[in-house]
């Protein structure tokens, strides 16, 4: 399993795939701070500021550097704007099992963006980075994320029960657990 940079962005002619960049900050931190965002990613700093999203375009610089993630900003084709994010992690290097996560902006919701940026990078992961496995994790009351990995041909295997914890809504968390192979159809 491989993971370098593309020698330019993914895309279908409706979104596209490309690394963080920190002209790329504003945008971040001003999706990071909706309500439905940090519904979802529990992890991200409250109140989230422009710092953490210099820190955060940082890090994905150096987990691309150390080949254990691969960090995209998710734009629009038509004018560039930054309408989500969309990353692979690496599980397991010697398996190639990798995990993939994304948000979308509020102005950019129901367009079917995620979905497209989700086919785009998982094809990258399977054909070019070499991933044998690509598993996908979301919380069972997010109906919007559900809908994405069903939407972009990923089956569901299952629900990892209690295997997550949010502090701010003091609950446990239960994972619906997905996955794509490179024998799935396209």
């Not at 398996?95 to 086919?119: C, D, F, H, K, Q």
Request: aromatic share 8%.
């Amino acid at each position: 399993m491989e993971l370098r940079r593309p020698d330019r962005p993914l895309t279908d002619g409706v979104v596209a795939l490309r690394p963080w960049t920190l002209g790329d900050v504003p945008a971040i931190a001003a999706a990071c701070t909706d309500a439905e965002i940090t519904h979802w990613i529990h992890q991200l700093p409250s109140p989230y500021r422009e710092s953490d999203a210099r820190e955060y375009v940082l890090s994905t610089e150096a987990a691309w550097q150390k080949a254990i993630g691969a960090f995209f900003a998710v734009v629009d084709s038509g004018d560039g704007s930054v309408v989500g994010s969309i990353a692979v992690h690496v599980l397991d290097p010697e398996l190639a099992n990798v995990e993939v996560g994304y948000w979308t902006s509020a102005p950019a919701r129901g367009r079917g963006l995620t979905t497209r940026a989700l086919r785009l990078l998982s094809r990258w992961a399977l054909d070019e980075a070499g991933a044998q496995r690509v598993q996908l994790r979301a919380d069972v009351l997010n109906t919007a994320s559900l809908r994405v990995a069903e939407k972009s041909g990923f089956t569901r295997e299952g629900t990892l029960r209690a295997s997550g914890f949010n502090k701010r809504e003091d609950r446990r968390i239960d994972y619906a657990v997905f996955s794509l192979l490179p024998t799935d159809p396209d």
